[in-house]
């Protein structure tokens, strides 16, 4: 079992800059894609961002040029560094990690508790 820990997010002016983390512990795994979302009351969960294993990123318009994601494969540590944050950010933010088991052929989702961020105008 993957099991993802985050951490980071809290309340934060307009303006202002977060960072999350998402990081799991164990071997005998290895992730592809890791991805970001939100989600706000009475909406779905939305991809905020996303980075393959070679490093291919992917934003949604709304937070281009001002969010950005990075992974530590070593590791197996996600990050999203907020920047510029506006009220309308404002969410409960997910990680999810998309691995298998050595040996194994298929992938699976995996999702983190999800941590809030509040951006106050």
């Known amino acids: 079992q993957v099991e993802l820990v985050q951490s980071g997010g809290g309340l934060v002016q307009a303006g202002g800059s977060l960072r999350l983390s998402c990081a799991t512990s164990g071997t005998g795994f290895s992730c592809s894609t890791m991805s970001w979302y939100q989600q706000s009351p009475g909406q779905q969960r939305e991809l905020v961002a996303s980075?393959?294993?070679?490093?291919?990123?992917n934003y949604a318009d709304s937070v281009k040029g001002r969010f950005t994601i990075s992974r530590d494969n070593a590791a197996n540590t996600l990050y999203l560094q907020m920047d510029s944050l506006k009220p309308e950010d404002t969410a409960v933010y997910y990680c999810?990690?998309?691995?298998?088991?050595?040996?194994?052929?298929?992938?699976?989702?995996?999702w983190g508790q999800g941590t809030q961020v509040t951006v106050s105008s």
């Open positions: 999810k990690f998309t691995c298998r088991r050595t040996y194994a052929v298929r992938f699976t989702d995996y």
């Open positions: 980075i393959t294993s070679a490093r291919f990123t």
